[in-house]
């Protein structure tokens, strides 16, 4: 298995990450969205199975707050990813 561990749940649930939220800027948090698909019963990136939280940084998870895909979305501060523009205030 080449596939990378999830550092949010260091893979103890391969059916399902851990439980989170996801922070936006504001102090504002969302639920993420599950795993949820007719076609695949396991996630085809991250693996994970239906109802399940998406492993971090996987590509099909979606942003609840922009629908587009989470780990290229700019609001979500959870993310460390998408820290790029920094502002100190
Ligand atoms: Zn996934
Ligand atoms: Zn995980
Ligand atoms: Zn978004």
Redesign the pocket.
Known sequence: MSRHICLRCIGEDPYSCKEYVIEYKGGITSKPILYEDSDFEHCINCGVGQGGYHHLYCESEK?P????Q?IS?E??LSYERNTRDQQDT
Do not use: R, V
């Open positions: 942003c707050c922009c629908g587009g989470l979305c609001y979500p």
